[in-house]
């Protein structure tokens, strides 16, 4: 390799090194820029935006983006703050005021959030929950207490209206916003976990989406203020039937209404705007959005409760082959599926009590997890494979030839004694099974427990003549 291309290949390399650490800070900086504009462009004449995602999304990229999280993100999202508002009309000192409230509150945030992990996406931990609670009150504040000083010096108003008006609005879009973000699928999982939100939404379960739509409108035609919790039932519909993400994502589209929709229709058209209105709108709808987000976070931690202690109670622990209850019910459900044939298995590990006595129960689990791997690793999917007790183990092949059942058994068999199992201090030791199998044609309702103990019966011959073989029952 010459000189020349060592050169080129270490500009190549110090390029991507560059554009590594500069990806965060400028994308950062292109969606606070973005939604800045989107920001401005909702203020109502001489007064603070209807609705500002910038903050929120800003604080949730931060936690769910660490390489942003630096020296020139931060300087890069401040120079996207300042760059649109400039780019809006406002002044120098105006925008430099206005974006340091948004940057202080943010910073505020991110204390309590970055200790939130970036790759514990989707707000499955109603303690990762609280915290973004605590989040948004805090950057909210840190928000207001800087609007206390800038709505005297650019609005004419008092500290204090500042900062209640400040508070009130940062709650709401935090609200809002922040759940989508930080329960957004990751990146690394965006295939699948897209796929999954497209099928919920494709699902045919959409009421509590048509329920939430109706009774927005149901709301506009009613009018007061007390109108704005007319959906609050439908968004608790929608929160105990989607996930958390499109749950959040359903609440920002209500926040989004409840601060445009709702502030334009309930309050008065003429006049100047109605500043205590204001503040009880966004307060309101600030707090009757996290209400939903909480409750489908709390639904999605009890479901992946009940899947934990489903699991097991479906599945031994030590070997993962399914435990002997749910290995019979799933046999019994299978018989009554009427499959065209089944060949039942009892397996049994050859002189396993000498394994425990000679060394240890601890080695004895450790060839008890090498052999049902090596099991399972040679049936089928669908096939049924459970652990009955010690160190026998049953399998169910249904809808397979008899010689190719025999044949699948034989490669069982194969499969534990060709390569003895190693322990984890470096030892190995030979293992051998003995295998009884039953074949039924047409098995039609025959009782699972017969059909094992026929089984159990070929494997006691295979015992008895010799073990390391396979015998299939002659009934």
């Known amino acids: 390799m010459s000189l020349f291309e060592d050169a080129t290949i270490a500009e190549a390399e110090g390029a991507q090194k560059i554009w590594a650490r ?9 969606i606070v820029f973005a939604s800045c504009l989107v920001g401005i462009y ?43 508002d400039l780019l809006a009309g406002s002044d120098l000192f105006k925008a430099l005021l206005l974006n340091g409230a948004n940057l202080v509150g943010v910073a505020a945030g991110y204390v309590i959030l970055r200790q939130i992990a970036s790759t514990r996406a989707g707000l499955r931990e109603t303690r990762d929950l609280a915290r973004v609670i605590l989040a948004a009150i805090v950057a909210s504040a840190g928000a207001g207490a800087v609007g ?48 999954e939100f497209r099928s919920s939404l494709a699902s045919r379960n959409v009421m509590p989406e048509a329920a939430l739509g109706l009774s927005c409108l149901i709301a506009i035609a009613v009018g ?22 499109k749950t959040a994502l359903l609440t920002l589209l209500y926040g989004c209404w409840a601060l445009i929709v709702a502030a334009s ?9 109605d500043e205590n209105a204001l503040i009880s709108i966004r307060l309101g709808a600030a707090f009757l959005a996290i209400a939903p987000v909480v409750l489908s976070s709390i639904m999605q931690s009890r479901e992946s409760t009940l899947a934990q202690l489903h699991h097991l109670a479906a599945y031994d622990q030590l070997t993962g082959a399914e435990s002997r209850h749910a290995f019979f019910e799933r046999a019994r459900r299978l018989l009554e599926s009427r499959p065209r044939s089944v060949a ?86 030979p293992i051998t099974a003995s295998i009884g199998m039953i074949f039924k044609d047409r098995p039609g309702t025959d009782v699972i427990d017969r059909l094992l103990a026929e089984a159990d019966a070929a494997l006691y011959q295979a015992k008895l003549h010799g073990r390391d073989r396979v015998v299939v029952s002659s009934n």
């Open 265 to 273: 229709i309930f309050l008065p058209a003429a006049g100047a705007l």
């Open 22 to 30: 500069a990806a965060g800070p400028l994308t950062l900086a292109a």
């Open 344 to 429: 039942v298995l009892m397996i049994d590990v050859d002189h396993f009590k000498r394994v425990n006595d000679t060394h240890g129960h601890s080695a004895g689990d450790e060839v008890l997890i090498a052999i049902a791997k090596r099991m399972r690793s040679r049936l089928r999917p669908f096939d049924l494979f459970g652990r009955m007790g010690g160190e026998e183990f049953a399998a169910i092949i249904p809808d397979c030839p008899r010689q190719d059942a025999i044949r699948v058994a034989q490669r069982i068999r194969r499969a534990i004694v060709e390569e003895p199992v190693g322990f984890s201090d470096g030892k190995t030791i």
């Open 42 to 84: 909702s203020r109502p004449i001489g007064f603070l935006a209807m609705v500002w995602p910038a903050n929120a999304l800003m604080l949730g990229l931060l936690v769910r983006m660490p390489s942003a999280a630096t020296v020139p993100g931060w300087c890069a999202a401040a120079a996207a703050y300042v760059a649109a």
């Open 148 to 195: 206390a000083i800038a709505n005297p010096l650019l609005f004419g108003g008092t500290a204090l209206g500042g900062l209640t008006f400040w508070f009130a609005t940062e709650l709401a879009n935090y609200a809002a916003f922040l759940p989508v973000v930080l329960a957004a699928p990751r990146l690394s999982q965006m295939p699948r976990d897209w796929h």
């Open 224 to 245: 007061g203020q007390g109108a704005l919790a007319l959906p609050v039932p439908a968004l608790l519909w929608c929160a105990v039937s989607y996930p958390v993400f």
